[in-house]
């Protein structure tokens, strides 16, 4: 029987970071702005005034309290209120590539793996730049890694997805090492205009190798012992940017081409299907709640994480159980659970169970269970 493993994982951070007061600062600028430039309408009732944001709205609606950028000045600039990047030609490097790159070189290098020894590469994220040619076969090209490569995108839940996929490849035989990365270019897609979003999303890249245990070498290994995934449709969360927005005429620009969700029915409805998902899977390979030694769960926001773990463990988790990293990263769609794993692993020892979990539109939940070797 052939057994996976885990054995490396990597994590790219961008340079800038905006804490929660540089952006209530621009934000706050931005709606006096507005409401300057609105002041007639709202005088003769024609519209509200829009409302400020502060630091503490934030930090108690979600927990966050920083994040990282690929850029910051874009994002601070009142008058643009978007990152801004300078656009790269065909033949450079495209930046989810080097973003991909710099997390799999970390991966590589904890696993003891050279990169041709990767016969599988899959990029998976919530946006991808382009349509084509696939990043992951220009990742492929870069790190120089042989086999094929494919993109897929299951929102929030891509890196977990990712990982069934991976997983299945080698335990087929069809190969035996592959590498998961998912460079998350949030701030892309972030609505830096809207109140109950703009603190929401961060930029990260993580990466995983997996393999064959009968090859692996790296002194850190994490069995798959398990993975499940669930779908179940739901415009709760949605993004309308796509090639045919150009056909239908519509605004590439309107804020139905960025994130857009319905907060409360997501908490509402994306909790119970987490915790169920989490809590039938661990059944299946005859484990429970109080088995588990981690949880790292999709950094989305504070209150789902604390709601989800305590239905799972039945008690409320403490931080080492349930290990938060949303408040220096924000919400960094599918590298969360990622990074969470990469960074807060620490004291597990051989035979101990962890779980890794994402969850978000689709809706989609992805759950991965692992046991320390």
């Excluded at 087929?172 to 892309?188: D, Q, Y």
């Excluded at 109950?196 to 002194?219: M, P, Q, R």
């Excluded at 909790?271 to 709640?289: K, T």
């Amino acid at each position: 029987m052939t057994h996976v493993v885990i054995t490396g994982t990597g994590l790219y951070t961008p340079e800038h970071a905006i804490d929660n007061e540089a952006l209530v600062a621009a934000f706050n600028t931005w709606v006096d702005n507005q409401n300057l430039r609105s002041a007639d309408a709202i005088a003769r009732g024609e519209r509200l005034p829009l409302a400020h944001s502060s630091s503490e709205f934030i930090e108690k609606a979600s927990g966050i309290k920083s994040r990282y950028v690929l850029d910051a000045s874009g994002i601070l600039d009142p008058e643009r209120m978007r990152p801004k990047l300078p656009q790269r030609g065909n033949d450079e490097p495209s930046i989810q590539c080097e973003m991909a790159t710099a997390a799999a070189r970390e991966a590589l290098a904890m696993a003891n793996v050279d990169p041709a020894d990767i016969e599988l590469v899959i990029v998976a994220c919530s946006n991808l730049e382009r349509a084509y040619p696939a990043v992951a076969v220009e990742v492929q090209q870069a790190l120089g890694t042989s086999g094929y490569g494919f993109d897929m995108n299951v929102a929030c839940s891509s890196a977990t997805f990712a990982l069934e996929t991976a997983a299945n490849a080698i335990a087929s035989g069809s190969v035996k090492r592959a590498l998961v990365v998912n460079p998350e270019i949030c701030s892309a897609h972030l609505n830096f205009t809207d109140r109950d979003s703009h603190f929401i999303f961060g930029d990260a890249c993580t990466a995983l190798v997996l393999e064959n245990s009968a090859c692996a070498v790296a002194v850190q290994q994490y069995e798959i012992l398990g993975t499940r995934l669930a779908t179940k449709f739901s415009n709760a969360i949605r993004n309308n940017a796509g090639f045919l927005n150009r056909i239908t005429d519509s605004d590439p620009l309107a804020v139905d081409k960025l994130f857009v969700q319905e907060g409360r029915r997501v908490f509402k409805e994306v909790c119970p299907m987490v915790a169920q998902l989490i809590s039938e899977h661990l059944a299946s390979l005859e484990l429970s709640g109080s088995d588990l030694k981690r949880m790292w769960l999709h950094q989305a926001n504070r209150h789902m994480n604390d709601l989800i773990a305590r239905k799972v463990l039945g008690s409320q988790p403490s931080e080492e159980q349930a290990p938060i990293i949303l408040d220096r990263y924000a919400n960094t769609s599918s590298a969360g659970s990622i990074i969470a794993f990469h960074l807060h692993r620490e004291k597990l020892e051989e035979g101990d169970i962890g779980v890794i979990c994402s969850f978000g539109a689709g809706y989609s939940a992805g759950s991965v269970v692992i046991r320390c070797q």
